[in-house]
């Protein structure tokens, strides 16, 4: 599923999915056991196309796929492991002090996913693009 490009951000397409314009990123599909405003998202660039090519990934490698957070105990966290647990995987947690120094961190390239709310993934990808420095 790939919901990175609606036509208008503004509003959803037909089907309801929410629209993204092309921000850089990819938002996968909804995780396993994750209500659906968590999203997993990834770089536009990245070999991940499919949470199943994530699972496929981190078994031949388990731990090298570096997988962002928004703090230890958040949703993210616990979206993070329920993924792990249900898809019998292991990822490289790292921790971020909120979703604006996440985001930043996937867009950057150093970590190649994020567990992540929808809004707040997808309004500080627009900031960035915006070249705003508020997170």
Request: with cysteine; charged share 15%.
């Amino acid at each position: 599923m790939d919901i990175s490009r609606g036509s208008d951000p503004g509003s959803p397409p037909p089907d309801g999915t929410p629209g993204f314009p092309d921000l850089g990123f990819e938002l996968l599909d909804q995780a396993p056991g994750v209500a659906w405003e968590l999203c997993v998202s990834v770089l536009a660039a990245s070999p991940y196309r499919t949470l199943q090519n994530v699972v496929e990934a981190a078994k031949a490698a388990p731990e090298k796929i570096r997988a962002g957070m928004t703090g230890y105990l958040s949703t993210g966290h616990f979206a993070n492991l329920e993924f792990q647990r249900a898809a019998g995987i292991r990822l490289a947690t790292v921790n971020f002090q909120g979703g604006g120094p996440q985001v930043t961190a996937l867009l950057g390239g150093h970590i190649d996913l994020a567990f992540n709310s929808l809004g707040e993934t997808w309004g500080t990808a627009r900031r960035r693009q915006r070249g705003s420095s508020a997170s």
